[in-house]
């Protein structure tokens, strides 16, 4: 997990949003390895264990969807390359960081090959990949415990409404949104393009707040 990482992330239970706080036993090169992160609002403590921040909640929901996720997850990462997937995300420059969703992580060693890329989290990282530097990782089931809009872009790996919802929120004001062509473009998505395996769509911004008029007499 990337030091630089941790403002960014909230606890996922439902309550007034916090930062959290880092307790780390060992960081290597400002990526901790091993710590808990704590929830001031509700006392909850996360783990962290090689470089991977545990945010799951032991119940049933969260159970369903980590199951339902396997069988569909590799279908579009196999048909898009990592030249492609950095083109869609569009990452010309190393500002801000990326979240790559399940199977995408597949994607991940690849794309820090490129010339430039921003540092990307890993949302339950596929078994296998490695977290090096560059890379965080964070498993969290259903929710993205993020910040709204904390991130430049997000590559979802399967058609679910909710993971969708929670990549919406999530992704900053005209950033990046990818997804399997099999899932409906959520609300607050501009589609830009669309393929027989993935769309890419932008973050729409949200409306302004209203804006009171006086007029003047006289």
Do not use: K, Y
Request: contains cysteine; hydrophobic residues 45%.
């Amino acid at each position: 997990m990337f030091i630089e990482l941790v403002d960014t992330l909230r606890c996922p239970r439902t309550h007034e949003e916090s930062w959290l706080v880092l307790a780390a036993t060992r960081i290597e090169a400002r990526h901790i390895r091993e710590g808990t992160l704590g929830c001031p609002v509700c006392h909850a403590e996360f783990p962290v264990r090689d470089g991977i921040a545990d945010f799951r909640l032991d119940t049933p929901q969260n159970g369903a969807e980590r199951a339902r996720s396997a069988p569909e997850a590799s279908d579009p990462i196999q048909e898009v390359s990592a030249d492609h997937l950095a083109a869609l995300l569009d990452l010309g420059d190393a500002l801000g960081f990326v979240v790559l969703v399940g199977a995408w992580g597949h994607r991940a060693a690849a794309l820090l090959e490129l010339d430039v890329v921003p540092p990307l989290l890993l949302l339950d990282p596929p078994d296998g990949v490695p977290i090096v530097s560059g890379m965080s990782g964070v498993r969290s089931g259903a929710s993205l415990p993020l910040a709204a809009g904390a991130a430049r872009a997000v590559a979802v790996d399967v058609a679910d409404t909710v993971r969708l919802a929670a990549a919406v929120r999530a992704t900053r004001s005209r950033g990046r949104i990818v997804a399997p062509a099999a899932a409906s473009v959520p609300e607050g998505v501009r589609e830009l393009a669309r393929g027989a395996a993935v769309w890419v769509g932008e973050r729409e911004a949200p409306p302004s707040d209203l804006v009171r008029l006086h007029v003047r007499r006289g």
